[in-house]
């Protein structure tokens, strides 16, 4: 008795372009550096990774034509109407693909009925009209593959507003194929991957869309589910795709330096101030390095680079914006009754405000000792090692602060 079984003919050749006339929009889960594409169409629409592909079917016929063959989307086109674009420059060309020198890496595109000779490997291939070598393969279910042709960056930022400050988060959706991508019921994965290559910013479609879902976290992977209308993406292009934002109230904002000092420490020691600023979550986000910005007006200002680690809702977050212009300082050892261990050392602490208003300090001494506090004026011992002098200073003013530790082996 024979079993009825149901067959999957795919003729696949790794290279092959197409564009959405022909590809149903794919569902796929975005990575940073590659994507797992589920479709069902008349075409597999974006190149598949060497052995990734995997009929979501039991039974099928041998898939063939899994070669990588170099350059073959380039020998698809030749004797058809192209746009070749430079990779790096504002460079193009619309002519017919007259051959291909493939052991020079070059192509001849006729021009106006003149030929020119181009490198390969500058210059993207961008089909404009369907050769008669095509072919369209009926794919009659759905099939899954890995392709370096779609990922994803997250691109975070911090805008800090008087005693607000916004977490803006967005992702820019690449497409590296030269093929319309269009997306529907995606879901973009979040990985600590190497980041993908970014197309030039020429030819960079930065389409806004609203997100009202949330950022998840399950089972240890972070995810964010692209759903709602169609969303295409032009050939070698990025699309700005926004994701969950959120507003916090800033908790407190303290100029803070540290320093090092030793047993025979001697004269002025400056202290170098940061602007340190603290706030808590209102919800979920992506982890990673956040730009930072002072909002004045309708202008942004530059701030210097901050890393989060843990973005999650009520999570208390610090970070450290830009070297202060507002608070200066110095300490200066006093007094040592010896320049070994153990010692009692008299030290002086000068802090000063040129700001208009009142400024919160934090100064953190690390020593080579073992510490212990003897006489204090807004001292706290942090740990063995270390101490912090902090307080608050009025606008416009000095102001000098002296204690004495005992240092031990």
């Excluded at 020198?101 to 961008?126: G, V």
């Excluded at 701030?303 to 830009?322: F, H, M, P």
């Amino acid at each position: 008795m024979k079993t009825a079984h149901s067959f999957f003919y795919v003729s696949i050749l790794l290279g092959t372009t197409s564009t959405s006339i022909y590809a149903a929009p794919i569902n796929a889960v975005i990575g940073l550096s590659n994507s797992q594409v589920v479709e069902s169409g008349q075409q597999i629409s974006l190149v598949p990774n060497i052995g990734t592909l995997l009929p979501l079917q039991d039974n099928f016929l041998p898939i063939s034509n899994l070669q990588n063959v170099t350059h073959k989307n380039w020998f698809d086109e030749i004797g058809q109407k192209v746009r070749v674009e430079h990779k790096q420059r504002d460079l193009s060309y619309t002519g017919v693909l007259a051959s291909i020198e493939n052991n020079e890496n070059s192509f001849l595109i006729s021009i106006n009925k003149k030929l020119t000779s181009l490198p390969m490997s500058d210059f993207y291939l961008i089909p404009l009209e369907k050769g008669d070598n095509t072919q369209v393969t009926t794919i009659p279910y759905q099939i899954s593959y890995q392709t370096n042709q779609l990922s994803w960056t997250p691109q975070l930022s911090l805008i800090f507003d008087n005693n607000q400050v916004s977490v803006l988060q967005q992702a820019i959706l690449h497409n590296s194929s030269s093929s319309i991508i269009e997306i529907q019921d995606s879901l973009l994965h979040y990985s600590r991957t190497a980041t993908p290559q970014v197309f030039k910013a020429e030819r960079s479609l930065m389409a806004m869309d609203s997100a009202n879902q949330g950022i998840e976290y399950q089972e240890n992977e972070i995810s964010y589910p692209l759903n709602g209308p169609i969303l295409s993406i032009a050939p070698y292009s990025n699309t700005l795709y926004s994701l969950p934002s959120s507003s916090s109230s800033i908790d407190s904002r303290v100029q803070t330096g540290s320093l090092y000092t030793h047993s025979n420490s001697a004269g002025k020691i400056d202290v170098s101030f940061y602007n340190k600023l603290e706030f808590t979550l209102e919800q979920d986000g992506l982890p990673g390095e956040y730009k930072t910005f002072w909002k004045r007006s309708n202008l942004l200002i530059p701030g210097n680079s901050v890393t989060l680690n843990t973005v999650r809702k009520n999570n208390s977050v610090e970070v450290i914006t830009n070297k202060s212009q507002d608070i200066t300082g110095y300490i200066t050892l006093v007094e040592s009754s010896s320049k070994k261990l153990p010692s009692v050392q008299t030290w002086e602490a000068t802090i000063q405000n040129h700001s208009n208003q009142e400024q919160d300090y934090s100064i953190v001494q690390n020593t080579n000792g073992i510490i212990q506090v003897l006489e204090k004026s807004d001292v706290t011992q942090l740990n063995a090692n270390s101490i912090e002098i902090s307080g608050k200073i009025k606008a416009n003013s000095k102001k000098t602060l002296t204690y004495k530790i005992e240092l031990n082996n």
